[in-house]
C-alpha cells in the first residue's frame, strides 16, 4: 500500500541552525501539507502547497520557514535558523484532491526536531 | 472559522470497557469533512475514519462506531470491548472546502488497562 516516507525520523539541531525536512508523498496525491507537533499538544496546520506553490499558510509559517518540492517526488520543509521552540513533531501529509472531492490526508510518520 | 472541540483529556478504562470519546466542532460552511485519528506511542497518525457533512448515517467498523450528529455539531467516537492495544491519543479533525486544512482538536489520551 502506498504511503508517505519522511526523513530522518529524529532531527537534533543546535540553535540557529538550519534544518530541511524532508517528505515523500504518495506519488499521484497532487496536494501536499506540513503540520506540527509540539510534545503533548494538538497538531497544527502549518502549509499547504499545489502546483509548485503555497495554497495557504498558518501564522506559525513565518519568514523562517518555506518549503520546496525540488524534484517530481520530494517536498521539503526548510527553517532557516531554528529556535528552541521549533522543536516539534513535524507530519508530512499528502493528498488526492481538495475542495468539493476530498479524500483523507494521509500521513507520514513525523520528524521529530529536537533543537539545542 | 472552524474549531474542534476534545472536552475530555485524559480517559481510563479497563479493558473489555466501553468508552466514548466526544467531539464537537464549529463551522459556518455548509459543506465540511469529520475525521478521526488515532496516534499510538509510536507517534505516527492514523487515520480511523472520514464522514462528511450530507451524510449523517451513523458507522460501524468492527469495535468502532462513529455517531455524526449535525443538529448538536458532534461526531463522537465509541469502542466498543476496549482492549489495551486501543491505548493511544484521538484526535477530531474538521476539513472545510474554504481552505485546505485539516483543523485538530487538542486530542484525549485513552488508556486501558488490562
Known amino acids: 500500500e502506498p504511503e508517505v516516507t519522511q526523513t530522518p525520523s529524529h532531527q537534533v539541531t543546535q540553535m540557529g541552525q538550519e534544518v530541511i525536512l524532508r517528505c515523500v508523498p504518495i506519488?499521484?496525491?497532487?496536494?501536499f501539507y506540513w503540520y506540527r507537533q509540539i510534545l503533548g499538544q494538538k497538531v497544527e496546520f502549518l502549509v499547504s502547497?499545489?502546483?509548485?506553490?503555497?495554497?495557504?499558510k498558518s501564522e506559525i509559517f513565518d519568514d523562517q520557514f518555506s518549503v520546496e518540492r525540488p524534484d517530481g517526488s520530494n517536498f521539503t520543509l526548510k527553517i532557516r535558523s531554528t529556535k528552541l521552540e521549533d522543536s516539534a513533531m513535524y507530519f508530512c501529509?499528502?493528498?488526492?484532491?481538495?475542495?468539493?472531492?476530498?479524500?483523507?490526508?494521509?500521513f507520514g510518520p513525523g520528524t521529530r526536531l529536537t533543537v539545542l | 472559522a472552524q474549531k474542534v472541540t476534545q472536552a475530555q483529556t485524559e480517559i481510563s478504562v479497563v479493558e473489555k470497557e466501553d468508552v466514548t470519546l466526544d467531539c464537537v466542532y464549529e463551522?459556518?460552511?455548509?459543506?465540511?469533512?469529520l475525521f478521526w485519528y488515532k496516534q499510538p506511542p509510536s507517534g505516527e497518525l492514523v487515520f480511523l475514519i472520514r464522514?462528511?457533512?450530507?451524510?449523517?448515517q451513523n458507522e460501524i467498523s468492527g469495535r468502532y462506531s462513529w455517531n455524526f450528529q449535525k443538529s448538536t455539531s458532534s461526531f463522537n467516537f465509541t469502542i466498543t470491548a476496549s482492549q489495551v492495544v486501543d491505548s493511544a491519543v484521538y484526535f477530531c479533525?474538521?476539513?472545510?472546502?474554504?481552505?485546505?486544512?485539516?483543523?485538530f482538536g487538542k486530542g484525549i489520551t485513552l488508556s486501558v488497562r488490562p
Open positions: 464522514r462528511n457533512s450530507f451524510d449523517e
Open positions: 506519488s499521484n496525491h497532487l496536494y
Open positions: 463551522t459556518r460552511d455548509t459543506t465540511y469533512y
Open positions: 479533525a474538521l476539513y472545510t472546502g474554504a481552505n485546505s486544512k485539516l483543523t
Open positions: 502547497f499545489y502546483n509548485n506553490e503555497i495554497s495557504e
Open positions: 501529509a499528502s493528498s488526492e484532491a481538495n475542495g468539493g472531492l476530498v479524500n483523507e490526508q494521509f
